[in-house]
């Protein structure tokens, strides 16, 4: 059995039961499917790797509180579809105390949870298993509960996996680090490799086909590459323009390793140099990246940091020209965010946009103070519109955002990204050096 399964066991209430289902496959088009992907939570808790699976975790049963549901051996099947760990392998190699086929989970389902008082599952997500679980319940309800003891109260058990999930173990933390490094070197690549005339879906293939060449399932993320103004849009994803000599080109990509996700952003100049307006841009939030960065950490909050790269922010546009006036009136209008208009990061885990409650309350009033586990992003970025008549001519068109991923620790924080600079003269170095 897996320990985070065992610290989930530990959490639930007396007399308690959970269903916890896997991914399904999803049509792409037609007769195909998209590439699996296991939902995170059952992939924590579980690490079984198949689609159309069911975890039941009851730990009343003294001697067999984790079985798994899940696909049978099936040679045509295999033949076809890949092979499959079946009912042996759920047992002999994912730790289930016992296995039994999919086929037989709606038949199961009254025996599993009649005698429960509370149950754990999250609607909504598998509608086929919603619909088993409610029927069953309202079946006895219409039995008016005379012959059956099913659970009394529901209980969704995100927020006990999203805080688990909150606070990696040494383990996922050697595991983020593997997936940040690779990372890494795939934004180093580019930098040695990008020159004018190549398309953006070029850089793309190049980074990804790395990330997989070293070890990673592929791309955390679908990937950004925008050069030009096209670093002004946030979730820029064709990736399919040219990349022209005096534009910058912003890369936000990150692989997958093992489950875990990196995300890093790098933006530099297509031809190996920027321009004196590029850099003015580019030192005012790489200072803004690097104050945030040494801001997270333990006793610092969530809000704080989002609060605190404002104000820098908005300092440094007044500083640059983009704004006039006092800095706490700008901030009060919220005219930053004509430039800056997302958060200055978030959780990172088995997902990009990690589980995990960033706030201690209902009213937001509370924000999650920083711990010892957590791994956050930190991207602090300017934007400045093509069209922005308002802006200084020399800034429009300019996109710039600068990533890495950050550990707290006990006594400070760990950049796990460091790998890939972002100082301004050794990106110019590493691309001069790429270009010999």
Known sequence: MRESLKRFIDQMEENSVAVIPAAREKT????TEYKFRQDSDFWYLTGFPEPDAIAIISPKNKKSPYTLYVRPRDPL????YGRRQGVEGAVKNFGADKAFS???FEADLPKLLDGHDRLYYRFSVDR?????????????RVRRLKTAYPPHTIIDPTPIIGEMRLHKTPEEVELMQTSANIAAEAHILAMKKVKPGMNEGQVEALMEAYMRDKGASGVAYNSIVGGGENATILHYVENNAELKDGDLLLIDAGAEYQGYASDITRTFPVNGKFTQAQREVYDVVLDVQEKCIDYTKTGNTVKGRQEYSIELLTEGMVKLGLLKGKTKDL?????????YMHGVGHFLGLDVHDAGRYFTDQE???????APGMVLTVEPGIYVPADDKTAPAKYRGIGIRIEDDVLVTEDGNRNLTAKVTKDPDEIEAIMAKGRK
Do not use: C, H, V
């Not at 792409?28 to 007769?31: L, N």
């Not at 099947?77 to 076809?80: A, H, K, Q, R």
């Not at 937001?364 to 920083?370: D, G, L």
């Open 28 to 31: 792409r088009s037609y007769d």
């Open 77 to 80: 099947m295999e033949t076809w």
């Open 102 to 104: 999919i086929g037989k």
């Open 128 to 140: 086929e298993i919603d619909k088993m679980i409610l029927s069953y319940l309202s079946g006895q």
């Open 331 to 339: 901030i009060k209008k919220k005219a930053y965010m004509k430039y």
């Open 364 to 370: 937001a009033k509370n924000s999650k103070p920083f």
